[in-house]
């Protein structure tokens, strides 16, 4: 096994170049989608690494569940580990279930409440407008009762756009659903939780969907400016969507609005994944393809190493 059992744990941040310059040099649909793919992998990587360190690193510690031939001198010597490591590995693995559970239980509720704030619409489908003083604007993902998802507006949100802007806005949130950006953001933001190297990732994906949705919805009204009209007049008032759906993407949150509305009244960008625009990107994309390759290949060779020492030591 040797050192690179440890490699998953630190081979993120070959992908960091790529988060940055794919949100400028790629368009939204393929930074979105290589990104998280990206990142997923090495998190799983990075969870097997620390699975890994934990079985080998606590096969000498008194009271653990495995096999007594594992405490064998000679398997000892073949897996040459302290248990100082073993211990750590426990701690930062307990960490990452923890963390990744809180996320999972998080994104669970937030999508109950904002379902329980719509109930009294009963099953109406497609756009729910809701009463408000507060101008917001969300996708929430479909469930047992709305498979196709609805977008959820409020009357004070409707109230700032013109026509053209609503029908914007309203494809801007269709789009969410359609393209499911609510799965992209929940797999990277665990990713950023089972390893923090990664959460420029889960920044780089946020802002991708959001890019993405703008660039549907331009497509859809036939117009760019519109989009980024609607976006800038949306951004200017506070939002706070209700029933905790405040968890789920917004339409203009104040963050990356300025890079939205820059990007909009740019070219429409280029739909190619390769070739890349420019060396700077491709350089980029090897980094991030040669580290999730490494990692993946380190984790490979240190599990099935690992299957074959325990495997000749435990006694049939």
């Known amino acids: 096994m040797g050192v690179f059992v440890y490699l998953p744990l630190v081979l993120p941040l070959t992908a960091l170049p790529i988060a940055r310059l794919a949100e400028h040099h790629l368009h939204p649909r393929s930074a979105t989608r290589l990104l998280a793919a990206v990142g997923t992998t090495l998190a799983l990587c990075s969870t097997l690494c620390l699975a890994l360190l934990v079985v080998v690193g606590t096969a000498q510690l008194p009271g653990n569940p495995l096999p007594d031939g594992w405490s064998d001198p000679e398997v000892r010597a073949a897996m040459p580990y302290e248990e100082r490591t073993g211990v750590v590995a426990i701690g930062v693995l307990g960490a990452v279930v923890v963390a990744c559970g809180a996320?999972?239980?998080?994104?669970?509720?937030?999508?109950?409440?904002?379902?329980?704030?719509?109930?009294?619409?009963g099953r109406t489908s497609g756009v729910a407008v809701?009463?408000?003083?507060?101008?917001?604007?969300?996708?929430?993902?479909?469930?047992?009762?709305?498979?196709?998802?609805?977008?959820?507006?409020?009357?004070?949100?409707?109230?700032?756009?013109?026509?053209?802007?609503?029908?914007?806005?309203?494809?801007?949130?269709?789009?969410h659903l359609t393209a499911r950006h609510h799965r992209y953001l929940l797999a990277t933001q665990l990713a950023a939780r089972a390893n923090p190297f990664l959460l420029p990732l889960r920044t780089a994906v946020a802002f991708g969907t959001e890019r993405w949705a703008d660039e549907e919805a331009a497509r859809a009204v036939g117009s760019r400016r519109v989009v980024a009209s609607a976006v800038g007049r949306a951004a200017l008032f506070p939002h706070r969507a209700p029933g905790g759906a405040a968890g789920l993407p917004a339409f203009a949150a104040a963050g990356p609005v300025p890079r939205r509305v820059a990007a909009l009244l740019a070219p429409v960008p280029a739909g190619?994944?390769?070739?890349?625009?420019?060396?700077?990107?491709?350089?980029?994309?090897?980094?991030?393809?040669?580290?999730?390759?490494?990692?993946?290949?380190?984790?490979?060779n240190a599990t099935v190493t690992l299957v074959r020492i325990l495997h000749a030591a435990t006694p049939l």
């Open 103 to 121: 996320t999972l239980l998080r994104h669970a509720r937030t999508r109950v409440r904002a379902a329980r704030a719509l109930s009294s619409l």
């Open 272 to 300: 190619r994944l390769w070739p890349p625009a420019s060396a700077h990107v491709a350089l980029a994309a090897l980094m991030a393809t040669a580290g999730t390759a490494a990692s993946a290949l380190s984790s490979v």
């Open 130 to 175: 809701l009463p408000s003083s507060d101008p917001y604007a969300y996708a929430l993902p479909g469930g047992r009762r709305h498979r196709g998802g609805r977008v959820v507006v409020s009357t004070a949100m409707l109230e700032l756009l013109n026509d053209r802007e609503r029908r914007a806005l309203v494809a801007h949130e269709r789009a």
